[in-house]
């Protein structure tokens, strides 16, 4: 809206309302597109019920507000439109409403002149002509009265148009919360707008905020403090400003003073819980912009503060919809590395404090989690790709310590997660696969990639020969994380799965990566994973149902963009699907026959929808990287009729089924259909040398031979089931004392 007067009631700039309409108009198409495209991303029917079960789950509530919001917008355009037709209809009738006001204003001072003419001294007019002067004046009276009436009925619609626009922008975009604003600020002494500025709202949040720290805030201080926390949230150098007067030391201490009230009895949990939320969401918005200097500053007041390490785990508890600043993330994360890995001080909540009643209360993780907050800071830097590499790779630039264990090693092998079953390193691990130039989907930046495939050879080397990475200690949410990392990998996991040598090696820091041909990628070099780390870390990370029905459908996207791209070898592509299909089958049957009875004994509940959504979107979204580039790209020509991998596969199952076969005669027998109807004789030729057979074989031994390949690999479901045992354990260590020795 625009000022206007009764006298102007067509005033308004009603182009540059039209103008919003319009892009609200284009954004309500963009949401429409939005939930188009999240549908569109549904998987298709041949999945297991359960898995799009749970990918609806996860679907729908977005779905929901997609709607919702572009209704809300859609409304707001329509309501903005009903008042620009409005007042430009008022506009042009005020317009020939004030004309004809000029001519009327123009037709009484003409007859108030004859009139005034006529009484002149020495002026003789009759009393015929004085009445028709006098009968003029009063006609024109009339008609600026009848013109100022039908300006005042256009000044009484406008009025009317524009409480209606209000009415109508009220209900969609404030609805009831700007009456809890206004309180809130009124709470503040900020009762005019004359007072609301930056520096006033900043001063009176600080003053409201001692109060509740205080222990002494009324239900009405609370309501204020969450309003004016939410109010705050689009505005980030008000946000910043607010955290600059309350420091680290007061955010911890208000978030420990609105937990310990619930103790206390004193606040309702969900009031405690919302004005605490506030508070981190709004922490999240601060802390983006922050650099080095005002990131380490908070850092060390957080970690000064009183029994903080609750309230910090709270802080930095909601990764997924809260981050806190990639900047405040690793000065935090720098600090836990040294006082825990270099000094051997572990910083947990040794205490039942509020930190620690918030974190349980929204339960975003295992119960307990709020105990130890370096996990959410773990995985609040798995949000920071980039800075996750930087950061689990450092030490393996330049020489550790002597007595000093690798930050590696410790994280992810040494240390002890029964706190928060794998969810923080697990995110780490999944977030920096990310990494700008390391991912497939990314361009491509080779020291990136080095870097990357050597800090995953080491924390797969730290998680498989860790004593305390078991099917008992990782958490639903730890899995899917986990789960999510391995995804991301699996190209360089299926080459590596049919590789001819599978014995177990130690990894040396120099000799951790080997150059090979990536199908439909060339060239990299990826990481010497031994056999036995793939079974245990990829048993361990699928004894969940969900992420063990993630990780199929990734493996079954990657499998049949390789065997349909019509880009590469044809001959390595199957091999590697080969492969991929020994993992699958190996973490469906090894997990089983593993992991049934402890997690049935450790976790008997339903795995938690928000597990489900974090492991669906994950595993939809790992498969891209290599599908961005083999199916993006298109299908050549000459293999338009060629089947891919799952279906041939399928084929074969269903020609057996009933009958006494083994998977490894399933396998076998795919591959060998699958090469008839794809291999040229060219690939025959190369097929032939590939898996080592005479020149003069048959098509059928060299068919026969991919089976064999899936038997190299074929153990993973023996591996798999083995996997936590203390044998297995004792046998990778043996092998890496072993082959040490004999460098």
Not at 45 to 71: E, H, M, N
Not at 447 to 458: D, E, S
Not at 594 to 614: C, E, F, P, S
Request: charged fraction near 15%; hydrophobic fraction near 45%; charge should be negative.
């Amino acid at each position: 809206m625009t000022q206007w007067l009764p006298a102007t009631p067509g005033t308004g700039d009603t182009s540059g309302i039209s103008a919003l309409g319009t892009m609200l108009d284009v954004a309500v198409d963009q949401f429409a597109q939005a939930g188009d495209a999240l549908r569109a991303r549904r998987p298709a029917q041949i999945y297991r019920a359960q898995f799009l079960t749970a990918f609806d789950q996860c679907a729908d509530p977005y779905l929901a507000q997609l709607s919702s919001v572009g209704g809300a917008i859609a409304r707001i355009a329509d309501a903005l439109a009903i008042y620009s037709a409005a007042v430009q209809s008022i506009s042009e009738r005020a317009t020939a409403v004030q004309s004809q006001g000029q001519d009327a204003l123009q037709a009484l001072a003409s007859a108030n002149r004859c009139v005034a003419a006529a009484r002149l001294p020495g002026v003789s007019t009759s009393a015929a002509t004085m009445g028709v002067y006098r009968a003029n004046v009063v006609s024109a009276q009339d008609r600026c009265t009848r013109i100022a009436a039908a300006m005042q009925s256009l000044a009484d619609e406008r009025s009317t148009a524009d409480a209606a626009v209000l009415r109508a922008l009220d209900g969609e975009c404030l609805s009831s919360s700007w009456s809890t604003t206004g309180a809130a600020l009124a709470a503040g002494g900020l009762s005019r707008p004359d007072l609301i500025t930056a520096a006033s709202m900043t001063a009176a949040l600080v003053d409201l905020t001692r109060v509740v720290t205080s222990g002494k805030a009324s239900a009405a201080d609370l309501a204020a403090l969450t309003a004016y926390l939410s109010a705050l949230q689009g505005d980030p150098r008000a946000a910043d400003a607010y955290f600059r007067a309350l420091g680290g030391r007061g955010a911890v201490d208000l978030v420990n003073a609105l937990g310990d009230g619930v103790y206390a009895g004193g606040i309702d949990a969900q009031v405690a819980l919302d004005a605490a939320i506030a508070v981190r969401a709004l922490l999240s918005v601060a802390s983006r912009h922050w650099e080095g200097d005002r990131a380490q500053e908070f850092a060390n007041q957080m970690l000064d503060a009183l029994d903080g390490a609750g309230a910090v785990a709270f802080l930095f508890g909601d990764a997924m919809n809260h981050p806190l600043g990639e900047a405040l993330t690793v000065a935090m994360l720098d600090l836990f590395d040294e006082n825990e890995r270099i000094n051997g001080n572990v910083w947990m909540s040794l205490s039942p404090g509020g930190g620690l009643m918030l974190t349980n209360l929204q339960g975003l993780g295992i119960p307990g989690r709020g105990i130890d907050p370096v996990s959410a800071v773990l995985e609040t830097l798995g949000r920071y790709p980039d800075a996750a590499l930087d950061w689990v790779s450092a030490d393996l630039l330049q020489c550790t310590a002597e007595g000093t264990v690798g930050r590696i090693e410790y994280w992810f092998g040494q240390r002890s997660w029964d706190s928060d079953g794998y969810q923080g390193v697990g995110g780490l691990w999944a977030g920096m696969q990310n990494a700008t130039g390391a991912d497939l989907s990314d361009g491509y930046d080779p020291v990136a990639w080095r870097r990357l495939q050597t800090a995953n050879a080491h924390v797969w080397e730290a998680l498989a020969l860790s004593d305390r990475f078991e099917v008992s200690t990782v958490s639903a949410f730890g899995a899917s994380y986990l789960a999510d990392a391995l995804a991301s990998q699996l190209l360089v996991i299926g080459t590596i799965a049919v590789a001819a040598e599978t014995e177990v090696f130690g990894l040396d820091p120099g000799e951790v990566l080997q150059d090979v041909a990536l199908p439909c990628v060339g060239s990299r070099w990826i990481p010497l994973i031994p056999a036995d780390y793939l079974y245990r870390v990829f048993g361990i990370a699928a004894s969940y149902e969900h992420t063990r029905e993630g990780l199929g459908v990734a493996i079954a996207n990657l499998q049949d963009a390789l065997t349909s791209s019509g880009r590469g070898s044809i001959v390595t592509n199957l091999d590697v699907a080969v492969g991929l299909q020994a993992i699958n089958d190996g973490t469906s049957g090894g997990a089983d026959l593993a992991g049934a009875a402890a997690r049935d004994a450790l976790m008997g509940q339903n795995v938690d929808a928000l597990a489900n959504a974090v492991s669906i979107v994950t595993s939809l979204r790992v498969a891209n990287p290599v599908l961005g580039i083999v199916v993006g790209e298109g299908i050549s020509a000459g293999s338009s009729a060629v089947k891919d991998w799952s279906s041939v596969y399928e084929d074969v199952r269903a020609q057996v089924r009933g009958q006494n076969t083994t998977q490894r005669e399933v396998v076998r027998q795919a591959a060998a259909d699958y090469a008839a109807q794809a291999f040229t004789p060219e690939d025959w030729v190369n097929a032939r040398q590939f898996i080592g057979q005479s020149p003069d074989a048959s098509d059928g031994q060299v068919a026969n031979g991919y089976g064999k390949r899936f038997e190299i690999s074929a153990g993973y479901a023996e591996g798999i089931a083995a996997m936590t045992g203390a044998e297995l354990r004792q046998s990778l260590a043996d092998a890496q004392s072993n082959n040490e020795k004999g460098k």
